[in-house]
């Protein structure tokens, strides 16, 4: 592991709130006169481990609890549970945080897919908005052809008539 030189004392915080956290858990929290509970101080831990590392305090408390095991009878409970072997194995299973990992870069994958989707349609929808105002614009155009067409018809008709007329 690699420590940044900033973040050391981040760590070395981290691992003592992590430890305390753990004797909090051991001890258990205090009755007061009251009848009120609360959990312990951290003055109020140290003392009761006699201010001494703590991984040592659990080892040794380890191997006190292992001591009383061998030193009861054999057909206690408590014995008979400790010497105790399964008879199968456990099915082994995936971690917790590579399943979440996965999880999560599927999310991801999802998410960005449905982004890629949406603008696919907008640029769809887009392409059929310019394609739609392109024909009403020919359209128009066209229909304006039809009425000037028209027109010079007209005017053509009625020159003639003039002509006819004026021959006449």
């Given amino acids: 592991m690699v420590v940044k030189p900033g973040s050391l004392k981040k760590v070395l915080y981290r691992d003592s709130v992590f430890r305390r956290k753990i ?49 009861i009878l054999e057909t206690s409970t408590e014995r008979k549970i400790y010497k105790w072997k399964p008879s199968t194995s456990r099915p082994v299973r995936r971690s917790k945080k590579k399943n979440k990992k996965k999880e999560n870069m599927k999310k991801k994958k999802k998410k960005e897919e449905e982004k890629e989707k949406k603008e696919k349609l907008k640029e769809r929808e887009k392409k059929e908005e310019e394609e739609e105002k392109e024909e009403e614009e020919k359209k128009e155009e066209e229909e304006k052809k039809k009425k000037e067409t028209k027109q010079e018809e007209e005017k053509g008709e009625g020159e003639e008539e003039e002509e006819v007329i004026h021959s006449l």
């Fill in 23 to 71: 004797l909090r858990k051991i001890f258990g929290p205090t009755k007061e006169d009251n009848g009120i509970w609360r959990i312990k101080t951290n003055r109020e831990l140290d003392e009761l481990i006699n201010h001494r590392n703590i991984i040592n305090y659990v080892k040794t408390q380890r191997l006190s609890w292992s001591g009383h095991i061998n030193r």
